[in-house]
């Protein structure tokens, strides 16, 4: 079982509407990351936050915006998305600035639908 | 520009047989592979590599890395059905300070047939 949760785990939205995912983890992680996966894809890399501050954004378009209210959650806020951004979304952490920091913990997932 | 790529894409083998998977990179800043299984959504990590030649193990799975040669190899012996999956390789790169990124693997799919 993943110790990183994320919610909702499906999502279909219009091209109009907001919508946030929300991701939570409770192993005391200070550095938590959103990506991007496409059917048949590796994930890709969108941000990366470190002790709650954004340090990476992979020049994510700006329909797509993070923020990390405190060490154990981490959000996505969409706005105006397009069709081509239907995709899973994974959230992951790991422990920062510790010898095994490269090792991430992923979540189950947002499976986003736009239409 | 950092590159992470794996073969076979896809590999389909019986019950039993032993299965090798490999992942070679060009990076800069390197700073660890990991290998990790994705069966359904959340990928669950399998193994760290940092150092060149010594052989990490766990149960059926076993993985090395060669630094010089630039590549890792995943072993699965004995090979079950609960073997199916994606296995993705990733490279951690050193992003500056204690930041660090992962670059994915066009991964391998392996199913294994009963």
């Known amino acids: 079982d993943t110790e990183v949760t994320q919610t909702p785990k499906h999502l279909v939205m219009g091209m109009t509407n907001k919508k946030s995912l929300k991701c939570e983890q409770h192993?005391?992680?200070?550095?938590m990351y959103w990506y991007k996966q496409k059917a048949k894809k590796p994930p890709e890399l969108m941000f990366v936050?470190?002790?709650?501050?954004?340090?990476i954004n992979e020049s994510v378009p700006s329909r797509f915006s993070p923020e990390c209210p405190n060490s154990s959650l981490l959000n996505l806020h969409l706005h105006a998305l397009q069709p081509e951004d239907s995709a899973l979304y994974l959230c992951?952490?790991?422990?920062?600035?510790?010898?095994?920091?490269?090792?991430?913990?992923f979540g189950s997932g947002t499976q986003l639908s736009v239409l | 520009e950092d590159k992470v790529v794996q073969s076979p894409l896809s590999l389909v083998v019986h019950e039993g047989d032993t299965v090798t998977l490999n992942c070679s990179y060009e990076?800069?800043?390197?700073?660890?592979l990991l290998w990790y299984k994705q069966e359904k959504k959340a990928p669950t990590f399998l193994f760290m590599l940092?150092?060149?030649?010594i052989e990490k193990k766990s149960g059926r799975l076993s993985s090395i890395l060669d630094k010089k040669e630039l590549f890792s190899i995943l072993n699965i012996t004995a090979t079950q059905t609960g073997d199916s999956a994606i296995y993705l390789c990733?490279?951690?790169?050193?992003?500056?300070?204690?930041?660090?990124?992962?670059?994915f693997g066009t991964g391998t799919l392996l199913a294994v047939q009963p």
């Open positions: 990733a490279v951690g790169l050193n992003y500056g300070g204690a930041t660090n990124k992962l670059i």
């Open positions: 936050y470190s002790y709650e501050k954004l340090s």
């Open positions: 992951a952490s790991s422990q920062e600035g510790a010898t095994l920091s490269e090792k991430l913990f």
């Open positions: 940092t150092s060149s030649g």
């Open positions: 192993m005391g992680h200070r550095a």
């Open positions: 990076v800069t800043n390197f700073r660890s």
